[in-house]
């Protein structure tokens, strides 16, 4: 069956009407097999003129050119605009209200001209009254669909008409971005009402007259501009419902074949979701042929109402800043999409994950890709973040192996989670998903904190770490000595990563974080077992403290003392938030590199001599007879015990003073060499 309406001659005809002039009028045939009616006729009331409301011109405008990124979303907008009303439909019918032709399928009808360069969307909803008409189409900024919940809200006090997508009534105003004129045909479901045709070119008004022969629904005619004539393209509009509106809840058809998935897997239920169709839609949301490591289902309604599918992939993508927009989570609105990477859904560290959240509480500003209120967005980002912490955990105790595989592609990602988040405990919960190695096992087997604590001794108040390039020179370290001396597990760490996120956890389950060069550990070795001959006087070592303080200078070192806590090391540096300066180090500018390092070493390091090394004794005496040479090993023992707590930032400044100590070393002399060596100036 067809029917016929009246449309402008061309896009320049509508022009010259609009100013007063009149306009040579076509027919236009529209297919409508699937309705029955009667074709207008003569009969029917001549249009009625009407103007636009407020500033409803300049608010078009906005519409058409400013308020959407892409053109394409108009057939999301006109889309989820039908599905409401066949939503409001079902209400009706399922509160027992009467309504026009009962027995039409719910559908949405998709249908393309190329001839006319015309895109129609028709649905078999609840369709428009005149005073609706006037008021949801006449005026942008009021919502029929936020009326219409409210409405029935306030009569039953249920949520049953709660299943709107529309928030504002400008959706449908988004047809102008790619049309110069829209026709409106549309009846509503209050039996007896009569047809109606809207009429507008979107700029200085419309005009509504009655139609004979329309049939319940609403059907909407755009006369495409000639910059937008790919919509009226099969293979183009197919491409765009499947990306914004796959999930809508009724069959759209296109040209007569239907084109969405009216079930998404993520609102049934997780038993009934086969892995076969979680590895098509993480393939399809990631572009990847990999299958997920793991996959989250789960629903809540508190704090705030969400469905949602999560991927873990199986490798670790590559992220930077220049991919950061093939990141995130799509966001859906009632199974439409409204952004398809929302990478505010969830915090940077899980910028990895692929899926879906789809929510009811979603408000959406006058574009579906503005969010009106950030509360909502983050909200589902805690809801995300906690079920996705738990869920991992979980998967840490059914299956270590697994979960040790995904840590070495993801370890990371819980770093940076662990150093960014604010939360105290989501910081702790994220510290039970932590892995190292350990003193206590063979190179490469992980071990959690957890498992750290319930062997560690009865009366041990720290968990001890160290950060080394590896795990050979961690266990050669002068720190990891006296922990070992004393019994110690210590877990090893060997990127800069963990030795932050552990100094940002501080505390684990009552025990203080603690890293291996900040341990105070009691003295092992008394100096009464040591005999005299072996070790420094208290006077010799003073003396020798304060002649290394000179020679370093005040404004390297901040002290300088005997200690006993190594034995094995000549000296070691202890700084008391050694992560802290490690990491200004690394961040520090280059060109500020070497004045940040002084300044910083200044402020914060201490030299720890050990009057019972052979060295210490014979720097001693040598720093009386030879203070030259002397001065030089002082230095290079400073800068070995910088290397070992990974102070150093340019070894290349050590390498005339190494010369010049060998070429005394060879030549047996305990001067300086008269030679071009010099001390590089500071």
């Not at 990371?412 to 662990?418: A, P, Q, V």
């Not at 992980?446 to 041990?460: G, H, T």
């Not at 540096?573 to 180090?585: C, G, P």
């Not at 001693?620 to 102070?647: K, M």
């Amino acid at each position: 069956m067809r029917w016929v309406i009246r449309v402008p001659a061309s896009r320049s005809a509508w022009v010259r009407s609009s100013r007063g002039q009149n306009a040579v009028a076509r027919t236009v045939i529209c297919s409508t097999s699937n309705f029955q009616h009667r074709p207008l006729s003569s009969e029917a009331a001549a249009p009625q003129q009407m103007e636009f409301k407020a500033e409803t011109r300049q608010l078009l405008d906005i519409v058409a050119k400013s308020l959407y990124s892409e053109r394409e979303v108009f057939l999301r907008e006109l889309v989820s605009n039908a599905a409401d009303a066949l939503e409001k439909l079902r209400y009706r019918q399922v509160v027992g209200d009467e309504i026009e032709s009962p027995d039409l399928e719910p559908s949405i009808q998709i249908s393309l001209s190329d001839s006319l360069k015309s895109i129609t969307i028709e649905d078999t909803g609840i369709g428009m009254t005149r005073d609706e008409l006037i008021a949801n189409l006449g005026t942008i900024a009021r919502s029929g669909s936020k009326e219409f919940v409210k409405k029935n809200q306030s009569e039953s006090g249920d949520n049953k008409g709660s299943n709107i997508i529309g928030q504002f009534g400008v959706g449908f105003y988004s047809a102008f971005m790619v049309g110069y004129h829209v026709t409106v045909m549309t009846r509503s479901a209050v039996p007896g009402s009569p047809g109606l045709v809207w009429n507008s070119n979107g700029a200085d008004g419309y005009e509504i007259a009655e139609g004979v022969g329309i049939p319940r629904g609403t059907r909407i005619v755009i006369q495409l501009r000639e910059d937008a004539e790919e919509f009226c393209r099969k293979d183009r509009i197919r491409e765009v419902l499947q990306k914004h509106s796959n999930f809508v809840g009724f069959p759209v058809m296109l040209e007569g074949t239907q084109v969405n998935t009216v079930d998404p897997l993520w609102v049934r239920k997780a038993s009934e979701v086969t892995e076969e169709e979680h590895v098509e839609l993480y393939q399809s949301l990631s572009t990847r042929r990999d299958s997920p490591m793991y996959t989250m289902q789960f629903s809540v309604d508190t704090p705030v109402s969400i469905k949602c599918v999560l991927y873990v992939p199986e490798f670790m993508p590559q992220i930077d800043i220049s991919s950061m927009g093939n990141f995130g989570i799509s966001l859906y609105s009632r199974k439409v999409m409204v952004q398809a990477r929302n990478p505010k859904l969830v915090p940077e560290w899980l910028l990895f994950l692929q899926g879906v959240v789809d929510s009811e509480d979603v408000p959406l500003n006058l574009s579906r890709e503005l969010l009106q209120e950030s509360v909502i967005i983050n909200k589902i980002k805690s809801v995300i973040t906690a079920k996705m912490i738990s869920y991992l955990n979980r998967q840490s105790k059914r299956d270590p192996v697994k979960f040790e595989k995904f840590y070495r592609e993801f370890g990371r990602f819980i770093r940076i989670g662990m150093v960014t988040t604010e939360s105290t405990t989501e910081r702790e919960d994220l510290a039970k998903l932590l892995r190292f190695e350990s003193t206590a096992e063979e190179g490469g087997v992980l071990v959690s904190l957890d498992q750290y604590i319930e062997r560690a001794k009865e009366d041990q108040k720290q968990v001890y770490y160290l950060c080394a390039p590896s795990r050979e020179v961690a266990l050669s370290s002068p720190y990891y000595e006296s922990l070992s001396d004393a019994g110690y597990e210590v877990l090893l760490t060997f990127n800069k990563e963990d030795d932050v996120a552990m100094f940002r956890l501080e505390s684990y389950k009552d025990k203080k974080i603690c890293s291996a060069e900040n341990a105070n550990l009691p003295t092992t070795k008394s100096r009464d077992s040591t005999s005299t001959e072996d070790q420094l006087s208290d006077q010799d070592g003073k003396d020798l403290a304060t002649w290394m303080r000179d020679v370093l200078g005040r404004e390297t070192v901040k002290e300088v003392k005997i200690t006993d806590r190594q034995h094995s090391q000549p000296a070691v540096v202890s700084v008391k938030n050694l992560t802290t300066l490690r990491h200004y180090l690394d961040m520090a500018p280059p060109e500020q590199k070497e004045a940040s390092y002084k300044y910083l070493l200044h402020d914060n390091v201490t030299l720890e001599l050990n009057p019972s090394h052979p060295i210490i004794r014979e720097l001693s005496e040598l720093r009386e007879g030879s203070p030259d040479i002397a001065g030089l090993v002082a230095a290079q023992l400073f800068d070995n015990a910088l290397i070992n707590a990974n102070l150093v930032h340019d070894p290349r400044r050590m390498v005339p003073r190494i010369n010049q100590l060998l070429d005394s070393l060879l030549k047996g002399r305990k001067e300086v060499p008269s030679s071009s060596f010099k001390e590089p100036a500071e």
